[in-house]
Structure formats: structure tokens, C-alpha cells
């Protein structure tokens, strides 16, 4: 009899604290409970305010016309001005939705033009894309110049001439050419460093597009940008072979 007297103790023991627990999960979701219930209260109370608020502020413009007179002739000018400058905004935000969309229509013309004119040029020495609004063409310094040259190699002449077709055929579009090295020093008798580098090397492809192939040199300039622009790290040799290259920005 003890031992089940000692049993039944432990049975009812544990459902005991169970009951306790389960107390405190109840009255801690209560306390839970009335702090939501406190916030929506005061956020119904911010509403009820608002609303209170909007319908003074419409019964007044409503006061107001119902009888223009109170209105200034000042004040109607003004807001006769402020319909016209919306409507002007409204125009303008037209034209500049239609000028993009004539830019984008242009550029993706001009890149299927570029693309075809250098459909035999290999793609890894030839890149195309369009970035930001603006069409670039992406030549390896392999395609265009011997190591540490800023001379022109013949080769190079072919897909140049191509190049200058297209922007012949388009004389609206400016064009800036880029010089980009990659991070090695050098230095010798014809080159100071990176920079001086980049730039002859942009300026040789500029005097080709100008002399060889009469493209006006109103619409060209030419710039280098040194190691400071890379696309990749200059960690590795491919990533320096990437780095290495002249950009042609339409």
C-alpha cells in the first residue's frame, strides 16, 4: 500500500508542476496579450486622430471652394503656375522616357552592326557589350601591340578598319578611346611607366582611326587609365592578359 501510496504521489506530483507550467505559459500569454492589445489601442487612437484631423483639413478646402473669393489673386496665380509647372514635368518626363528608349533601340543596333562587322574576329581578343547606356568595344593589347609597345601591329589594322566602318556610318556618336595596363612596372627608353604607356597606346589607335580611316578627329579623345581600372585581379597571368586591353566608348 505504500508503495503504491508513493507512486500515486509521484503521478499526481508531476502532474502538478505540469499544471504550474502550464499556468505561467497562460499568464505570461495574457501579460503578451494586453501589451498588443495596449498597442493597438494607442495605434487605433493615432488613426481615430488622423482621420479627425483629414476631416477638418477637407472641410476647410471644401469651405474654401465653395467660395473662391477667399482665395487671393495671388494665390490663384500660384496655383495656376504650380498646374502648369506639373504638367510641364509631366511632358518632359514623357520625352526623356522616349529619348531612352530611342538610345536603347540605337545601341542595340549599333551592337548587332559591330557584332557582324566582327563576326570573324575571335571573341576572346574582340569583346562587345553595352554597360551603363554605353556601347564599348574591348580589344586585348595582344590584337593591337607587341609587349610594351604602344605601336600598332598590322594585324590589328583589319579590325580597326571594321570598327571604323561602323562609326563612319553613325557620325552623330562621340568616341573615347582608353589605354589600360595591367599592374607590372615599366620603364625604358621610349615608355615612363604605366600611365605613359596607356595613353600612347590609346593615342596610336586615335591617329589610326583619324589618318587611316577618316574619322573625324572632332569626335575622338583619347585617354589612358593606367593599371587603375583592371576588370580582374592582376594576380595571375590570365587575369593580367584581361587587364591588358584598349576600349573604344561609343
Not at 489601442?41 to 473662391?68: G, H, M, S
Amino acid at each position: 500500500k505504500y508503495k503504491a501510496s508513493q507512486a500515486q504521489y509521484e503521478t499526481l506530483n508531476t502532474a502538478h508542476l505540469k499544471l504550474q507550467n502550464d499556468l505561467k505559459n497562460c499568464e505570461d500569454q495574457n501579460a503578451e496579450n494586453a501589451r498588443q492589445k495596449a498597442a493597438l489601442l494607442a495605434e487605433i487612437e493615432n488613426l481615430n486622430k488622423q482621420i479627425a484631423f483629414l476631416k477638418d483639413n477637407n472641410t476647410n478646402v471644401l469651405n474654401q471652394l465653395k467660395d473662391l473669393s477667399v482665395l487671393s489673386a495671388t494665390q490663384a496665380e500660384s496655383i495656376k503656375k504650380s498646374l502648369e509647372n506639373i504638367g510641364a514635368k509631366d511632358v518632359y518626363i514623357q520625352d526623356l522616357q522616349a529619348a531612352m528608349a530611342r538610345k536603347d533601340s540605337l545601341n542595340m543596333a549599333l551592337v548587332m552592326n559591330l557584332k557582324g562587322a566582327l563576326n570573324d574576329v575571335n571573341d576572346q581578343d574582340v569583346n562587345i557589350q553595352v554597360e551603363k547606356g554605353v556601347v564599348f568595344i574591348s580589344i586585348s593589347d595582344k590584337l593591337l601591340f607587341n609587349s610594351g609597345s604602344s605601336v600598332v601591329s598590322k594585324p590589328a589594322l583589319s579590325v580597326l578598319s571594321k570598327v571604323a566602318q561602323v562609326l563612319n556610318a553613325n557620325p552623330q556618336l562621340d568616341i573615347l578611346v582608353e589605354g589600360h595596363t595591367d599592374a607590372v612596372p615599366i620603364k625604358n627608353s621610349c615608355v615612363l611607366d604605366n600611365w605613359d604607356l596607356s595613353v600612347k597606346r590609346a593615342t596610336s589607335v586615335t591617329r589610326i582611326l583619324q589618318n587611316d580611316f577618316n574619322i573625324a578627329p572632332q569626335r575622338m579623345t583619347a585617354g589612358g587609365r593606367s593599371e587603375y581600372a583592371p576588370l580582374v585581379s592582376n594576380d595571375t597571368k590570365e587575369g593580367r592578359a584581361s587587364n591588358r586591353r584598349t576600349r573604344i566608348v561609343i
